[in-house]
């Protein structure tokens, strides 16, 4: 589903605070960090809790494997500034026919400061543009308003609520699902008819 300039490992995307990139074996300390938490790992469905030795090195495998073969981006999540290891992961998975379903997790440190938010923007950007997709999905367990809140911000509209497999949660899990169209998409980025660039807006007294 994705083309070949997401397939090569240099592949990366830049935000104003984050790089999202390609997970290495380096990374698999940072990795287990974040995993291991046990608020972290409650609300999604795959990542299991106690987390295993060498689940980081998995983990890292099957993301390069899925980008190389271009199904999936999994992209880890790194400050520009500062320490520049992992603190979360953004993925957009082609599970579905012409469907994008986007996942992410940050280290609990660095919650409420908008970076997922911001990872998750500059993740549905680059799926939109890189790939056909013509929709975007994304399932939040129904006690997770941080995650339902990061879709809304992102544009992403509630179609319904429902058991999800979650494998390394035992099972299934009641969760509201959410989707973007791409129409919804290109609207909510096409400036208004008229509308100045951002820049020229705050320069106008
Ligand atoms: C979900 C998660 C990625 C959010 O990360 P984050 O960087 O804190 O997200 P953001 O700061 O971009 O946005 C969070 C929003 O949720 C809001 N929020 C947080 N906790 C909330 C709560 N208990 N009730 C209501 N809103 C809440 C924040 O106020 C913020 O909204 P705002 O910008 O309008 O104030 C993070 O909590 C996480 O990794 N959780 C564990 C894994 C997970 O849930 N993954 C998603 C699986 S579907």
Known sequence: MFPDIARDD??????????LRWPRVADA???ERYSSRWEV?????RIPHPYPPGEAERFIFTA??????????ILVIAPIRGKREPIGMISLESRLQGRLTVGYALAPEVWGKGLATEAALAAIEAGFTLTGAIEMLATAHVENPA????????GFAHSGTGLEGAPARGGMVPCDRFRLERAAWASRRAPAPGALPPDEQRATP
């Open 10 to 19: 240099v592949f990366r995307l830049e935000t104003k605070r984050l790089w």
């Open 147 to 154: 995650s339902r809140r990061v879709l809304d911000k992102c």
């Open 29 to 31: 300390k940072a990795i």
């Open 64 to 73: 390069r494997e899925a980008n190389a073969l271009g199904r999936d981006l």
């Open 41 to 45: 790992a409650k609300m999604t469905a």
